[in-house]
């Protein structure tokens, strides 16, 4: 599902559902549709989401950028191209790019639950969810393809969110492309829950955090809050938990339930609120200075790989039975460590 398809769907999945049938069906097959209203014209893309459902505006631009699309016979060449009511469009669909790309690896996997359609896993700390630059293979995706092969049939190995290499917890899967446009759309809808604990430094209140969120304009390798009107809506909610004192510091268990899935989102906002997370080496203005927690860095870095924080709770409807799903994982030792340092207690029922 958080934290790019983390953004869910919209950046991140390459396939989806077509109406009325699926990607594998209507791959290298021409599509062709009038547009019908209800205004008297629309942008190109826009059209073409209403008949390719769950595919990602990113992806149907992308096809008009590559040549796919014609409109009333001339090649369209921009996304923004505005069609008028009784136009023809026609769609040559590309294969999906096949995740055989993406060559099998032998990786240990905690899979909580798997069957015929998904599996749910609790990911580590320090995993890459998919090969991309600087990480060609060694993640979950290769992980997956080695422990079920047929994911090699389903694009981007069956992942349909992700979580950034240092946050840990659980993950959902999908095995078949039905199953993924299920988990796709619920994702859309924001349906899928998805609840994390952090261990931030400072006391932040219980608040909801809503902000316009993108790529920082000075840093472009980082995310950022941008102001009003620019970006993409995020909004984070914050419910403070335990309390207490890491190497001399005040630091809070909060737990952040999604609503949007903006990549970096938590991170970003609690850093933006002035609390950033325990072991956070990118979003840290505010954390206390090396000096000021006595040779503490060391022994954070020692116990976790990353930012304190992980992905506990999982709920949705099963892709293909609409049954309810629930998932909950307790945090890694060395998070676990850092609570029983900081004198906050964690037990099964938190």
Not at 25 to 35: E, I, L, P
Not at 123 to 152: D, I, Q, R, S, Y
Not at 230 to 249: D, N, S, Y
Request: net charge positive; hydrophobic share 40%; charged share 20%.
């Amino acid at each position: 599902m958080g934290e790019n398809l983390e953004e869910w769907t919209e950046d991140y999945i390459d396939q989806g559902q077509f109406s009325p049938t699926s990607c594998a069906d209507v791959a290298n097959q021409t599509q062709s549709f009038a547009f019908a209203g209800p205004t008297q014209e629309r942008r190109l893309d826009q059209v073409m989401s209403q008949r390719f459902l769950g595919l990602s505006r990113s992806l149907l631009q992308r096809w008009i950028l590559e040549g796919h699309v014609s409109v009333d016979g001339r090649l369209a060449t921009k996304p923004s191209q505005l069609v008028r009511i009784g136009q023809v469009i026609v769609v040559a669909v590309p294969a999906p790019a096949p995740a055989q790309a993406w060559g099998p690896e032998q990786i240990d996997l905690n899979i909580i639950f798997e069957d015929s359609e998904v599996i749910v896993l609790n990911k580590p700390a320090g995993l890459v969810v998919h090969p991309a630059a600087g990480h060609p293979g060694g993640t979950l995706a290769n992980g997956l393809l080695h422990h079920a092969p047929e994911l090699a049939q389903v694009p981007r190995a069956g992942i349909v969110h992700r979580l950034d290499r240092d946050t840990s917890g659980l993950m959902v899967a999908a095995k078949t492309i039905p199953a993924q446009i299920g988990l796709v759309r619920q994702l859309q809808a924001r349906t899928v829950k998805r609840s994390y604990l952090a261990l931030v430094w400072g006391r932040p209140k219980g608040q909801t955090i809503s902000t316009w969120f993108g790529r920082d304009p000075r840093d472009r390798q980082k995310m950022a809050v941008l102001p009003e009107g620019r970006g993409k809506e995020a909004i984070t909610h914050i419910e403070p938990l335990q309390a207490g004192l890491l190497f001399g510091q005040e630091v809070r268990l909060v737990r952040c339930q999604l609503e949007t899935g903006r990549t970096h989102q938590i991170r970003v906002h609690l850093e933006n609120i002035g609390c950033p997370i325990v072991g956070e080496t990118t979003y840290k203005r505010k954390s206390p200075h090396s000096n000021k927690i006595f040779g503490g860095k060391k022994a954070i870095e020692e116990a976790i790989p990353g930012q304190a924080l992980h992905a506990q709770k999982l709920r949705f409807l099963h892709p293909i039975t609409s049954s309810a799903m629930e998932f909950s994982c307790d945090p890694p030792r060395g998070f676990l460590g850092l609570l029983g340092q900081a004198g906050i207690a964690w037990g099964p029922a938190d």
